[in-house]
């Protein structure tokens, strides 16, 4: 069965410092890779996905990924993070074989310093 | 075009009772997932649903738990007997369609406290 790593449970920085968040994955099949985020008291809201392409994606807010298949991973990152990233950071993972239930990662605890 | 939408938001129940869960999906899309997420874990697969039809539920406990889409509206997850375990936040997701490419759209989520 699919698993999803994330290996920062807590992350604190502090403004316009840069970002890093890990993600991998176990199963090596076809994959559609995703990051959610929830920021306090609000739904988990989709910040990036990626299916197919270019394994260099962006999302909203200034936020992009990269997909490496050989190392099965698939990390955030952000330049210059701001007060408003605070927020806990979901990887997520679809396996296009086994259906379309999400597959999430522990999450990370995002607290961005003023 | 509103998204989708949970209630209650917030609810308690005593050991033994019943729990029922709604979940409205984003206007135009017909398919529903369940997700559970105990405190301090991510959120686990339950169950996707179509309208009229449970297409996977190979997240859902054997016991106690049930899922329904009707025709006509909400989806309900139902927990019978509640157990203190079971105290967690359950979210819903809905997408248009069935394609691995379809992005799901959460709910804010309820927050189940079992006493």
């Known amino acids: 069965a699919q698993s999803v790593s994330q290996h920062n449970h807590h992350v604190i920085l502090s403004e316009a410092a840069s970002l890093e968040l890990g993600c991998n994955y176990s199963?090596?099949?076809?994959?559609?890779l995703f990051w959610y985020v929830q920021y306090p008291g609000q739904h988990l809201q989709l910040l990036l996905k990626?299916?197919?392409?270019?394994?260099r994606v962006k999302g909203i807010k200034g936020f992009e990924a990269e997909f490496i298949k050989s190392k099965f991973s698939f990390n955030l990152r952000k330049p210059s993070v701001q007060w408003s990233d605070t927020a806990e950071y979901f990887c997520?993972?679809?396996?296009?074989?086994?259906?379309?239930?999400?597959?999430f990662g522990g999450g990370t605890r995002l607290m961005v310093k003023p | 075009n509103a998204g989708v939408m949970q209630n209650p938001r917030h609810l308690v129940r005593r050991r033994g009772q019943e729990a029922r869960l709604r979940c409205s999906p984003m206007k135009g899309h017909s398919h529903v997932y369940w997700y559970r997420q105990l405190p301090e874990e991510g959120l686990k697969f339950m169950v996707y649903l179509q309208k009229e039809n449970i297409i996977d539920e190979s997240g859902m406990p054997k016991e106690r738990f049930s899922a329904e889409f009707p025709k006509e509206g909400p989806s309900i997850l139902r927990i019978q007997q509640v157990v203190r375990g079971d105290s967690a936040a359950y979210f819903c997701a809905s997408s248009p369609w069935a394609s691995g490419t379809d992005t799901q759209y959460f709910g804010p989520g309820t927050r189940l406290t079992v006493l």
């Open positions: 990626y299916f197919s392409g270019d394994p």
């Open positions: 997520a993972v679809m396996n296009n074989n086994a259906g379309n239930m999400l597959t």
């Open positions: 199963y090596g099949g076809t994959v559609n």
